[in-house]
């Protein structure tokens, strides 16, 4: 495998790198021959090459070393003042490792890097990328309707989210997984990402708990591929347009595109829900990103994105049984009305990117727009049963009693605008110091945020036919169980910069460290906001390798345990976006202040081989203290804030994955969590005294979260494969809200999942024997979704019957469900 680092310019034409091999050990003696002049050398005890390059000729590379695979590699035309510096991994005879679908490597920041193959054949209920992202270690989420996910005790907005170093937003006024839509990162597009759950470097921004740093493909080719199936479909289109010489980085590709296009209509999925009715959901994405390479140095990337995600549901009726075998309950409900919710939002960013002599500068221009509705009129009439539970008996599963009656209306009208723009100026600078290589990168950036908000939303509920005035006297008047009715209008500007400084050490490059800090201002609240953060990172056995290199006279040397140690710490503030600042009430309180949490991590990695292909273990244990914190309450998807810096508290646990090739070209992965996380409250009692509760549990306090992700293939036929994803997490605390959320709450129960998919390869598979002219793969998919049939648990509704007790009914998530995909690339 070969990778293209930089190009330096040098007095003579040179090609040079690096040599190593499958686990990042460098290779001494590598034999390598530049087919255009028959020049050779050999790489020395560092695994460092250099051989001369020949103008006019067409330069290739073989690559020879005993007990490895022989490699070649063209090396692209260069100008007669710069050199190529391209580093070589080689991989024994023995075993390959090869880019899956899915792949987890080690990189130089705090996180794991995944590659992405566009058109990807794993079963995705959500027909969204993030559902990799959420089998990830410290990752959690109990909706597979959604595409959010939080990290590590986190809420669902402490999650930064970057595409070519881009910031990205997702719909605020969102409620339920269903209506949500597709997320703003189409997975055809992508070339890789990175993901750190905690303790990341200071170049990212200001949230509290995670960053995933997308890269879209810069194409090299002319291509097309599309997917089609019973729950949406989408599209994408790459291709070049040539230049007469070399004005790229690395070939004549003057300019280059591509274009996704995504469809998604989750009716058939939403009709496995236990409330019936009209479901018209269409969710509709369209992104673009074009290159133009001004010269060998300089380029202009624009990247578009306009989406319309609709969700519109007239219910009929709703049928919901639950309770033990000791007391089953069941609640009937016939609803009338109508909800719609549409989210439409546009970005468009042009950046200008000069990158000469291992110096990257960068500027970025932005603007996002939202356009969030909510519009709702659902009234009902519910009715709750005693179910009989006598097994034997004739009535066995049938209704008995009727404990209780009711009338419900929702009401809401909500509208919310924003439009955010930023302007970013950021440079990254190679260099070579106490002879090592390190890196100094700075930026700068003004963010403005306009946010329109109309709020306006009423409850009424009765029991037993009648309305009970809460404050006990007695009128004609209707009494509303909530009323809100506001509007705001709220400018913000923002100014930050951060520097961070990377430095390796040690004589064999061992290890190295990363220094930063950010600065954040915020016009709103006045408030000037500085984090320090630091990463380290040691390989203790990399000497010791380099040496068994030098001295051993076996074609494969018995090399020591690849083990890299790391360790981070920092300051983490997120800023109040909007959300944060409204209460219950609608009333937003813009002096709210940041919130903060410490990171202190600290975690391992090292590969190892089983039946001679590579696996690799991870695992990191951290501790987060939380200050200034806002309480909140999730309801589904939905998070309601308290709007008051008045919590305090911690998170602490262990992230674990074993990933690597099971099946021999097919990445699969374990991930095991644990995770305890509390806070503690301010609150004004009965009295109008302030007081602080006890050890409550936060809304996301996941205790245990798993996951295996499994693919095999037929040994027969290689082209049959299966895809098995199953997904674990243990209960966690569910708050009505108001005075309940300073005691403990209710628990949902554990969310369980299994979901699996086949798939064939009829078009360019390794034993398929028909041939097409126009597709260069075709394959066939047949996925199952919630293939045990478990009723997992998203929210609770809460009725009354005639003795004034309160039940809460739970509401179920998706069931199980088919899919029949058929994907080609042209």
């Not at 990695?605 to 939380?626: I, V």
């Not at 179920?812 to 058929?822: D, M």
Request: proline share 2%.
């Amino acid at each position: 495998m070969f990778s293209v680092v930089a190009i330096k310019c040098y007095a003579q034409q040179t090609v040079f790198g690096n040599t190593f091999n499958e686990s990042n050990d460098a290779l001494k003696g590598v034999f390598i021959t530049n087919l255009a002049n028959s020049k050779t050398t050999y790489s020395d005890s560092n695994g460092l090459y250099k051989i001369e390059y020949t103008q006019g000729q067409k330069n290739i590379l073989k690559v020879e070393y005993k007990g490895y695979k022989t490699l070649t590699q063209n090396i692209p035309k260069l100008f007669y003042d710069e050199s190529f510096q391209l580093n070589i991994q080689l991989f024994s005879d023995t075993f390959e490792f090869v880019s899956a679908n899915v792949k987890g490597r080690r990189h130089n920041d705090f996180g794991i890097i995944i590659n992405l193959n566009p058109l990807d054949s794993r079963p995705s209920v959500s027909g969204d990328f993030n559902d990799y992202i959420k089998t990830l270690p410290g990752v959690s989420s109990n909706n597979e309707l959604s595409s959010q996910y939080n990290v590590r005790g986190g809420s669902y907005d402490e999650n930064l989210i970057y595409v070519n170093d881009i910031e990205v937003y997702r719909p605020q006024m969102v409620r339920s997984g269903q209506q949500e839509g597709l997320s703003f990162v189409n997975p055809d597009m992508v070339q890789n990402l990175s993901f750190s759950a905690g303790g990341f470097e200071a170049k990212y921004g200001d949230k509290l708990s995670s960053v995933l740093d997308v890269k879209y493909r810069k194409p090299t080719k002319n291509r097309a591929g599309f997917q089609i199936g019973l729950l949406g479909s989408s599209v994408f289109v790459e291709g070049v347009t040539k230049a007469k010489e070399r004005v790229g980085s690395y070939d004549s590709v003057r300019s280059s595109f591509i274009i996704g296009v995504r469809y998604r209509a989750n009716r058939n999925v939403l009709n496995s829900l236990d409330a019936i009715g009209i479901y018209k959901s269409q969710f509709t994405d369209v992104q673009a990103l074009y290159n133009y390479f001004i010269n060998r140095y300089a380029r202009i990337e624009v990247l578009g994105n306009f989406a319309k995600n609709r969700y519109s549901f007239e219910p009929e009726y709703q049928e919901t049984s639950f309770g033990t075998l000791e007391r089953a309950l069941r609640l009937r409900i016939g609803m009338d009305g109508q909800e719609i919710v549409d989210y439409t939002s546009g970005m468009g960013a042009i950046s200008f990117v000069h990158n000469k002599n291992f110096n990257e500068f960068k500027i970025i221009a932005t603007a996002y727009s939202s356009n969030e509705k909510e519009h709702l009129d659902i009234e009902g009439a519910y009715q709750i049963y005693d179910v009989n539970n006598s097994i034997g008996s004739s009535g066995f599963g049938d209704v008995r009693n009727l404990l209780g009656s009711g009338y419900f209306i929702n009401h809401a009208r909500n509208d919310l605008y924003f439009n955010v723009f930023t302007l970013a100026v950021q440079n990254e600078k190679k260099m070579i110091t106490f002879g090592n290589n390190s890196k100094l990168t700075v930026g700068a950036k003004y963010q403005r945020e306009m946010i329109e908000d109309r709020f306006k939303e009423w409850r009424y509920s009765d029991s037993s036919g009648y309305n009970i005035n809460p404050f006990g006297t007695v009128g004609q008047d209707i009494q509303l169980l909530d009323y809100i009715n506001s509007k705001t209008f709220i400018t913000n500007n923002r100014l930050s910069g951060f520097a961070q400084f990377q430095q390796g050490f040690g004589e064999f490059n061992q290890g190295s460290f990363i220094v930063g800090t950010r600065v954040l201002n915020s016009s709103l609240n006045n408030q000037t906001l500085v984090s320090p953060r630091v990463q380290f990172y040691y390989e203790p056995n990399k000497r010791a390798n380099y040496i068994i290199s030098k001295n051993s006279k076996d074609s494969i040397p018995q090399y020591k345990t690849n083990i890299l140690l790391k360790a981070a710490f920092g300051y983490y503030y997120q800023a109040p976006f909007y959300r944060e600042m409204r209460n219950f009430d609608g009333k937003v309180n813009t002096n709210l202040n940041a919130q903060r949490s410490i990171h202190s991590v600290a975690g391992m990695e090292f590969t190892f081989k089983q039946k001679n292909r590579p696996f690799k273990f991870f695992a990191e244990a951290y501790y987060k203290q939380l200050d200034y914190l806002v309480p909140y309450v999730l309801d589904n998807v939905r998070i309601r804030y308290y709007a008051q810096n008045s919590a305090r508290g911690y998170a602490t646990g262990i992230d674990t994955r074993i990933n690597g090739e099971f099946i021999k070209g097919l990445e699969s992965w374990i991930t095991l969590s644990f995770l305890k996380t509390d806070e503690r409250i301010k609150y004004l009692n009965n009295d109008s005294v302030e007081v602080e509760s006890g050890l409550l549990r936060r809304p996301t306090d996941r205790r245990v979260s798993a996951s295996i992700v499994f693919q095999d293939e037929l040994k027969t036929n290689p082209d049959y494969r299966v895809h098995l994803m199953l997904i674990f997490g243990s209960g966690m605390p569910y708050y009505l809200g108001g005075s309940a959320r300073y005691k403990e709450g209710n628990v949902i129960p554990s969310y369980k999942r299994v979901d699996i998919g086949f798939s064939k390869i009829l078009i360019g598979g390794k034993r398929t024997k028909i041939k097409s002219k126009v597709f260069k793969k075709l394959w066939v998919g047949a996925d199952v979704f919630n293939l045990l049939q478990i009723n997992n648990v998203i929210s609770y509704l809460w009725i009354k019957d005639f003795q004034n007790n309160t039940y809460g009914v739970p509401n179920y998530l998706t069931g199980r469900l088919l899919n029949v995909r058929l994907i080609g690339e042209f």
